[in-house]
């Protein structure tokens, strides 16, 4: 796979005009990702587009709910084709065995992966204000070991986490880690977790999700192409 088919570009805006006018003017992105301000606002609209112009679509819509519901929902985000779908490992192994269930009943189901815990938070954030009295690292090796037994394909995790949980969880387990900042970008935002393109790609990251270092840049395309450069493309 070319490395630039491993970079992940969120579809981060409220429209779906503001979104195509976005895969427009980057078309050498393979891979969007449609979450939850565009799939609220626009709605399953957008799947179709981004299927027809032969784009990987990655719909990050974090299902976070009772088994029943979360089976539901991804056997209807099922109907879509897209190629992977999130749901937050925090909802239990329960759900994750269900909605995996669910899934399984499509005739080609999207690849479910779960989130371990979000970039946006830190170590003090889980003990804090989570209570979780288990170290970070050790937290998200714990959900991705659960995900992986629930038969998930994989999880999301920040490039610190990868290295171990690929250890673990092995080598075909999926790793999609946002929080990436190339070393050009001093901002990180609200993410708390982040690391380069090359060293996450080091750590075992398999797909990188980089919205606003590449949407938000005066120009978009030089800094989507300045990060496939910097990953050896
Ligand atoms: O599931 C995700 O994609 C996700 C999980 C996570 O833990 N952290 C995280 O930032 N994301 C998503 O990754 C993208 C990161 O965007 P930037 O911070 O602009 O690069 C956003 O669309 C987030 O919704």
């Known amino acids: 796979m070319l490395t630039a088919d491993r970079?992940?570009?969120p579809l981060d805006v409220p429209t779906f005009a503001a979104a195509i006018a976005l895969?427009?003017?980057?078309?050498?992105?393979?891979f969007w990702k449609v979450g939850l301000e565009l799939f609220v606002s626009s709605g399953p609209e957008i799947l179709a587009e981004l299927k027809q112009r032969q784009?990987?679509?990655?719909?990050?819509?974090?299902?976070?709910d009772i088994p029943n519901t979360v089976a539901g929902a991804c056997r209807s985000a099922a109907q879509y084709d897209v190629d992977?779908?999130?749901?937050?490992?925090?909802?239990?192994?329960?759900?994750?065995?269900?909605a995996q269930a669910a899934l399984s009943e499509a005739t080609e189901p999207p690849k479910l992966i779960a989130i371990t815990l979000l970039t946006s938070l830190s170590s003090r954030d889980l003990a804090f204000d989570l209570k979780v009295p288990v170290e970070l690292?050790?937290?998200?090796?714990?959900?991705?070991?659960?995900?992986?037994?629930?038969?998930?394909?994989?999880?999301?995790?920040?490039?610190?986490?990868?290295?171990?949980i690929k250890q673990l969880c092995g080598q075909d387990f999926l790793l999609?880690?946002?929080?990436?900042?190339?070393?050009?970008?001093?901002?990180?935002g609200d993410?708390?977790?982040?690391?380069?393109?090359?060293?996450?790609?080091?750590?075992?990251?398999?797909?990188?999700?980089?919205?606003r270092p590449i949407t938000a840049a005066e120009d978009p395309v030089a800094a989507?192409?300045?990060?496939c450069e910097e990953l050896g493309t």
């Open 7 to 9: 970079i992940i570009v």
């Open 23 to 30: 895969v427009e003017t980057l078309p050498d992105v393979s």
């Open 55 to 64: 784009k990987r679509i990655f719909l990050d819509l974090k299902f976070h």
């Open 84 to 98: 992977l779908l999130t749901i937050h490992a925090t909802a239990g192994r329960r759900a994750l065995q269900d």
């Open 137 to 164: 690292p050790q937290f998200t090796l714990e959900m991705a070991l659960m995900a992986k037994e629930c038969g998930l394909a994989g999880a999301v995790c920040s490039p610190h986490e990868a290295k171990q």
């Open 176 to 188: 999609v880690c946002p929080g990436v900042r190339p070393h050009t970008i001093s901002v990180t």
């Open 191 to 211: 993410q708390k977790r982040t690391m380069t393109p090359a060293d996450a790609i080091k750590s075992g990251a398999d797909y990188l999700v980089i919205g």
């Open 224 to 227: 989507f192409a300045r990060i």
